[in-house]
């Protein structure tokens, strides 16, 4: 890990982009990380990184994951994102080094909790969940990789390993000059509540779903 962890720094109201806040260790049921915390001057929003061992500054073992209370925290099996969270830090620790971005104010995919709940009272009446979004005035991905581009390029990584099953992601921190080195699957199985969830990101979102061929007795 980058030696230039700070502690409490300070606040300027005129400061735009991502400051690094704070630098805490964090043991874990996955092993012992460093919490990093950092602020997006631009949102508002409270971010942290959580990092494992000496990371390095390229190919680094990477995981982007957007908020997401439900499946985080309550273990909902609409969607796979706690089991995605669980798996990559797993993934990390196993590895050696690596870093898991844990992205605030992408729940929902960006349009919020409530948006998010809204969204899914509809998924139960039939819609789909780009349907759902597109009905309640939302956009479908309203998320922005800018913030997690800062957080690695402060820590000192210049190219990572993607933990996702998403091309946005890839093509996000390109943009924003982080290198992707490799995109490593993230899969997780599915269950009867999730498939549709799960099949309609990969036929309208283009999420790299491979392993949803082998389930067809769900309809």
Request: proline residues 4%; charged residues 20%.
């Amino acid at each position: 890990m980058t030696e230039n962890i700070g502690v409490l720094a300070k606040k300027s109201p005129q400061q735009t982009g991502v400051e690094r806040v704070v630098n805490a260790p964090l043991p874990t049921v996955y092993g012992k990380f460093q919490a990093v915390g950092y602020l997006d001057h631009d949102r508002g929003d409270e971010q942290v990184a959580l990092v494992h061992g000496d990371i390095g500054t390229d190919r680094v073992l990477t995981r982007l994951h957007s908020e997401c209370l439900t499946g985080d925290a309550f273990g909902s099996q609409h969607c796979e994102c706690g089991d995605q969270l669980a798996a990559a830090l797993r993934a990390v620790a196993a590895e050696g080094a690596g870093v898991v971005l844990y992205l605030r104010g992408h729940e929902g995919r960006g349009i919020g909790l409530l948006a998010k709940l809204r969204a899914m009272a509809l998924q139960a009446e039939g819609l789909d969940t780009v349907e759902a979004n597109l009905a309640l005035g939302l956009p479908v991905d309203a998320r922005d990789y800018g913030v997690a581009a800062g957080m690695l390029q402060d820590l000192g990584v210049r190219s990572v390993r993607l933990m996702s099953n998403n091309p946005r992601k890839h093509k996000a921190l390109v943009r924003h000059g982080v290198q992707v080195a490799e995109q490593v699957p993230l899969l997780i199985p599915p269950c009867e509540s999730n498939i549709t969830y799960l099949r309609t990101k990969r036929e309208r979102l283009d999420h790299d779903l491979p392993h949803l061929d082998a389930v067809a007795h769900w309809s």
